[in-house]
């Protein structure tokens, strides 16, 4: 789930974020975008875990905005690690014990503004972090897929905003998301998620320089992959200005 964005007060929107993730009470949370975190953010992230019942381990950013991933008991986090420097924003990553072993999550967020950054950052990743038969990577990638059709979320996209998602001669830079894919990890949308993909714009968070597209994902390894089910993007109540992106779900049998 993507935290960014302010209301239209210029304030925070913690508690609209609270009541998404208290209603779906996921085991495992990934969250990005932890606007105004970098001040006194250890007690922010603690008393925002300490509400939702669940446990989080937080990785803040060199330049950009801090990202987390939370954990809900029985899971117990056995080893952390952070990603501080070599991304436009963080990575926060996470070994929780399963019934099907070990599983790493990785919460991440990759450069919004350049494609070429993107597709380094999404090939260090991969490089470092999936290593072992059971791996998650969730977060807002700010890329798009390289399977889709993605005309008409581009056209709907304000011009100034285009060059993000484009190679120079105006055709889809999707390279992050197969960097991805050529490490081994499943975009579970194309095999578990059902209903509308697009998770920008919401109705009232604003972010306008999206046109109507998919850019948060959940990726897995085959081993995860195949335990997925039931993928969706939450959609309507406070989810439509908690934050400028809707949140993802997806059901795991581990």
């Known amino acids: 789930m993507k935290t960014g964005g302010v209301d239209r007060g210029q304030r925070i929107r913690l508690p609209a974020i609270a009541e998404v993730i208290a209603a779906e009470a996921p085991d495992v949370l ?41 954990v809900r008991e029985p899971l117990r986090i056995t080893h952390t690690g952070s990603v501080t420097w070599r991304l436009h924003h963080a990575a926060a990553v ?6 099907s072993g070990p599983l790493t999550v990785v919460s991440t967020h990759l450069d919004p503004f350049w494609p070429y ?24 990638l700010n890329g798009l897929d390289p399977v889709g059709d993605h005309t008409e979320a581009l056209a709907s996209q ?39 993909p697009r998770t920008v714009p919401t109705t009232q968070g604003g972010g306008r320089e999206f046109g109507g597209m998919r850019l948060d994902y959940v990726l897995a390894t085959p081993a995860v992959a195949g335990k997925a089910h039931d993928m969706r993007v939450i959609r309507g109540g406070a989810a439509e200005h908690a934050s400028d992106h809707y949140p993802v779900r997806v059901d795991l049998d581990l």
Do not use: I, N
């Open 30 to 70: 990934t969250l990005q975008e932890l606007r105004d975190f970098h001040r006194d953010d250890e007690r922010r992230m603690t008393d925002l875990a300490g509400a939702l019942g669940m446990t989080a381990h937080l990785a803040r950013s060199g330049f950009g905005m801090p990202v987390a991933v939370l």
């Open 94 to 99: 996470v070994v929780v014990e399963t019934g």
């Open 117 to 140: 950054r993107r597709m380094r950052e999404a090939r260090w990743l991969a490089a470092r972090y999936v290593r072992s038969e059971h791996v998650v990577l969730a977060g807002d």
């Open 158 to 196: 304000h011009s100034m905003f285009r060059k993000r998602h484009l190679f120079p001669d105006g055709t889809v830079d999707s390279r992050a998301l197969a960097a991805f894919g050529a490490a081994g990890l499943v975009d579970l949308w194309g095999t578990v998620g059902s209903g509308d």
